[in-house]
């Protein structure tokens, strides 16, 4: 035998009774919370309607505080929704929850949808130059990654993500064999896209 639910018949039991004294379906508001909404532009979408949602008033000072969202137009009972992001917030990627973002109205007592947002993260790199010998050790002081190229080597990319909005400095760590390099544009904050223009240029040691 199929389990079903306390919640589920609780569901049931509303709708029925709603059927029997002349009020039709049950109706059903598809909602739900965001957690890590800093930026605005979020816009969530089901049922061909959409709702913008935006970070939570206490975002500023409490990194935990989330924000609410619930669609103008209700569902009927045995209705099924599919919710979606239309539309990304600026420099963040949300995500909606694969266990609750589908389903039909009434099944549960309530809609109830969690969405997760996370800042946008990038890799920086860029070019070398006169790398002669082996011993190069790169290093970013926001993340701590390193990155050791060997002779020969023209471009490199540091193995550790920045986020948005971080700054980071690339340095040289160790200094290769009989070579002495230096580092331009390696200082930054970081955008909505990868850096490829830091530049690596290795001379003869005096």
Known sequence: MKF???????AMALALTLAACGGGKATFTVGGYVSGLVYNGLVLSTNGQTTTVAPAATIATDPNATATFSFPKQLEYGDEYDVTVATQPAHQTCTVSTWYQHDTAGRLASIDIPVSCTMNSFLIGGTISGLTADGLVL????TGGTFTAASGATVFTMPTTVVYGTTYGVTVLTQPTGLFCSVANGAGTMGDASVTSIAVTCVPAS
Do not use: D, P
């Not at 079903?4 to 609780?10: A, E, F, G, V």
């Not at 290093?139 to 926001?142: A, E, F, I």
């Open 4 to 10: 079903i639910s306390m919640r589920t018949l609780l």
């Open 139 to 142: 290093t970013n002081g926001s």
